[in-house]
């Protein structure tokens, strides 16, 4: 069982940064892969970025790449995410994920337990 609460989120004018974090309990969680996911008003939960167990392979949804980046510290039980040049499209409930195996993934089905979510407002 791993628990997971994220924290970090709030409002930010567009061009702005924040960075969330996700603390998760368990003893496992050094040995699985974690993601971001995010959701709009009236749009489905979309894939966001995703780390490895030991943080050497990342991927991240296109519309992210470069401006945001997932890392983790296994000694804290943490995991981030790195936001840079925010824009207004960024907007949305920012839910981490653990998986239950060490490998990356980018579909919601391929992850076990989730956050409750934290909101994140880009304004223009």
């Known amino acids: 069982q791993v628990q997971l609460v994220e924290s970090g989120g709030g409002l930010v004018q567009a061009g702005g940064s924040l960075r969330l974090s996700c603390a998760a309990s368990g003893r496992t969680f050094s040995s699985i892969a974690m993601g971001w996911f995010r959701q709009a008003p009236g749009k489905e939960r979309e894939f966001v970025a995703t780390?490895?167990?030991?943080?050497?392979?990342?991927s991240y949804t296109d519309s992210v790449k470069g401006r945001f980046t997932i890392s983790r510290d296994n000694a804290k039980n943490t995991v981030y995410l790195q936001m840079n040049s925010l824009k207004p499209e960024d907007t949305a409930v920012y839910s981490c994920?653990?998986?239950?195996?060490?490998?990356?993934?980018?579909?919601?089905?391929?992850?076990?337990?989730w956050g409750q979510g934290t909101q994140v407002t880009v304004s223009s």
């Open positions: 780390i490895d167990w030991r943080g050497d392979s990342t």
């Open positions: 994920a653990a998986r239950s195996g060490p490998l990356i993934a980018i579909t919601r089905n391929e992850y076990l337990y």
